[in-house]
């Protein structure tokens, strides 16, 4: 189950840490619930947290963590305010966080084009002032955020392990999409990138040959027209969603239904992609988009 870093803090700006507890705190009644009928591994996004810590490292005057340990810490945080709003509500077996790396590929083509987006949105005006200089920024809604290379992520290292864990616990992991890796020789060499989480969840899934994948955004279906809201897809086959792939926006829903389709063809039952308030009737496959072979 993968959740949306958008849907647990918006990249306002005005958001507090408070403010990610109370809104994972609904969905976590929810899911300790959920334990006493699946084996559940959560996946969760960073894309909004690890842009702010990179913000404040530069600003700190001391010297900066690299990128891959900005990836690091959110896991931590992230994990933590999961792990205990969840082990709070009192699931029937509890969860634990596996800090997870994954290892991704030097000459994927994304660490010449960066494309992930993360941390605030600033005006073109912030821009402007200070040294902002450093970094490379993208255009969204006439706004500019920071954007950074996303390989996709090819082996996950602590497999085994989450794997063991399952068998007595329920785990969170590969969150942010993991800490990017490069393998050199017997070296694990962190690499400067953020990896989009949706990928990383069909990785694991499909890794545990998990039977069902949700991917929870702050989207309550897949909408062929999003921009009109029009054309809800509550059901549909691998082949029929593949061939409107096109359509799906880079970055944010495509990369879902990517994953989707990637998860059904690898093995898997069902694919679900919908909102994060509506778990309870995405279980029941009564919300949210329906991917299955
Ligand atoms: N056709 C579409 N159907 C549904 N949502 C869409 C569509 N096209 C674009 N979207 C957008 O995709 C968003 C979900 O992707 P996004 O990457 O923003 O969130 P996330 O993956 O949940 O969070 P994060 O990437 O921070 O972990 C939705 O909130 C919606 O605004
Ligand atoms: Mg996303």
Same mark, same amino acid.
């Given at each position: 189950m993968g959740l949306g870093g958008n849907a647990l803090? /918006?990249? !306002? @700006?005005?958001?507090s840490v408070s403010g990610e507890i109370s809104s994972i705190k609904n969905i976590a009644k929810t899911i300790a619930r959920l334990s006493s009928r699946f084996n559940i591994v959560i996946t969760h996004g960073n894309g909004t947290q690890v842009g702010d810590e990179l913000i404040k490292n530069k600003n700190s005057g001391l010297e900066m963590l690299p990128l891959y340990l900005l990836n690091a810490e959110t896991q931590g945080s992230i994990g933590s305010i999961i792990e205990t709003a969840i082990n709070s509500s009192r699931p029937s077996k509890p969860f634990c966080t596996v800090v997870t790396h994954v290892v991704v590929d030097k000459s994927d083509d994304a660490f010449s084009v960066p494309t992930k987006p993360i941390g605030p949105f600033y005006t073109k005006r912030e821009l402007g002032k *200070? !040294? /902002? @200089?450093q970094f490379s920024y993208i255009k969204e809604n006439g706004m500019f955020r920071i954007v950074v290379p996303s390989p996709k992520p090819i /082996? %996950?290292?602590e497999i085994e392990q989450i794997k063991h864990m399952l068998k007595r616990f329920n785990v969170i992991c @590969?969150? @942010? *999409? *993991?800490i990017p890796v490069f393998i050199e020789g017997n070296s694990i060499i962190g690499a400067n990138a953020v990896v989009d989480k949706d990928y990383t969840t069909q990785l694991i899934a499909t890794t545990i040959k998990a039977r069902r994948m949700i991917l929870l955004t702050n989207a309550d279906y897949v909408y062929k027209d999003f921009a009109g809201r029009k *054309?809800? %897809? /509550?059901k549909v086959s691998v082949q029929e969603i593949n061939s409107m792939i096109g359509n799906f926006e880079e970055g944010t829903i495509r990369p879902k239904i990517d994953a989707c389709i990637r998860f059904i063809k690898n093995g898997g039952e069902i694919a679900q992609i919908g909102s994060i308030n509506m778990l309870d009737k995405i279980i029941k496959k009564e919300s949210g988009t329906l991917i299955t072979r």
């Amino acid at each position: 189950m993968g959740l949306g870093g958008n849907a647990l803090l /918006k990249p !306002s @700006g005005n958001q507090s840490v408070s403010g990610e507890i109370s809104s994972i705190k609904n969905i976590a009644k929810t899911i300790a619930r959920l334990s006493s009928r699946f084996n559940i591994v959560i996946t969760h996004g960073n894309g909004t947290q690890v842009g702010d810590e990179l913000i404040k490292n530069k600003n700190s005057g001391l010297e900066m963590l690299p990128l891959y340990l900005l990836n690091a810490e959110t896991q931590g945080s992230i994990g933590s305010i999961i792990e205990t709003a969840i082990n709070s509500s009192r699931p029937s077996k509890p969860f634990c966080t596996v800090v997870t790396h994954v290892v991704v590929d030097k000459s994927d083509d994304a660490f010449s084009v960066p494309t992930k987006p993360i941390g605030p949105f600033y005006t073109k005006r912030e821009l402007g002032k *200070g !040294s /902002k @200089g450093q970094f490379s920024y993208i255009k969204e809604n006439g706004m500019f955020r920071i954007v950074v290379p996303s390989p996709k992520p090819i /082996k %996950i290292l602590e497999i085994e392990q989450i794997k063991h864990m399952l068998k007595r616990f329920n785990v969170i992991c @590969g969150g @942010g *999409g *993991g800490i990017p890796v490069f393998i050199e020789g017997n070296s694990i060499i962190g690499a400067n990138a953020v990896v989009d989480k949706d990928y990383t969840t069909q990785l694991i899934a499909t890794t545990i040959k998990a039977r069902r994948m949700i991917l929870l955004t702050n989207a309550d279906y897949v909408y062929k027209d999003f921009a009109g809201r029009k *054309g809800k %897809i /509550k059901k549909v086959s691998v082949q029929e969603i593949n061939s409107m792939i096109g359509n799906f926006e880079e970055g944010t829903i495509r990369p879902k239904i990517d994953a989707c389709i990637r998860f059904i063809k690898n093995g898997g039952e069902i694919a679900q992609i919908g909102s994060i308030n509506m778990l309870d009737k995405i279980i029941k496959k009564e919300s949210g988009t329906l991917i299955t072979r």
